[in-house]
């Protein structure tokens, strides 16, 4: 049996500590030095004492759903996060941060078949980061069906700026959940959650088999024929802030946002065809 790298068992060790409840004025205390530490706005959840646990507190829902565009032609952030990089990419390559590229063949994996990877070569990518101060949720972009998940299970090195620079093809090193996508009119896309450190589990809720950072040493794929997911839904989160990637067919989206641009989940950020 594969040995579980150190970043796992540090990633799984955290997640014990953050989903236990501690008594009421203690968790009080954790709650409210946590939010003070990393500087998060509540002012759309709950207030912070209410949480019973700092993974509650991390996979907090919002209070009332953020209205967005009902047009199906408006693709919208799945996220509150940073766009740490965006794109065109160059035939199978995209950008991890400038001036260090991936292989997005070996990122989307082994259990698609080059037919399906080849659909997004030149195509456009976007990569949301999550930090540890954002909401943790992510929604579903645009009016779409899922035809496989992928459970690739890997490492938990952090996907932070520094990590980004230094570390190459980090994403592909990292455990990570591939969705494959077709939307309304036909177009291909792929959206991955990769994991980071301290991210304990990344949930999809449409597919509960799917355990991150859990036992599993080789990718699971999962095939479906009848799940659609309209834009907007919550179909989970991560326990902490990690970073999430889509990976689009060429001409299937117009870019209404850069690099460097914070983002919040319901914000129209291109154009789809």
Known sequence: MQKRHITSLISQNFGKFASKEFPKWFQKVVNSSYVGLMGLDMSDFHAPSTYKSLNALFTRHLREDRKFSLDGSAFI??????????????????????????????????????????????????????????????????????????????????????????????FIENERVVLHCETTSGKKFFMVLVSALNVGVMQVSFEPKIQTNAVATSPQAYKFENVFLNKGDDFGCFEMGSTIIVIAEKGMLDLDVSTGKDVKYGQTIAKVH
Do not use: W
């Open 77 to 170: 952030s799945p996220c509150d996060s940073l766009i740490s990089e965006c794109g065109t990419m160059t035939e199978d390559y995209a950008l991890q941060i400038k001036g260090m590229r991936y292989k997005c063949d070996d990122f989307i994996g082994s259990e698609f078949t080059q037919e399906e990877k080849n659909v997004v070569h030149n195509g456009t990518f976007l990569n949301f980061y999550l930090s540890p101060k954002d909401y943790h949720r992510y929604h579903i972009p645009t009016n779409l069906k899922v035809l496989k998940a992928v459970h690739i299970p890997g490492k938990f090195y952090p996907v932070n700026m520094p990590s980004l620079k230094k570390r190459l093809n980090l």
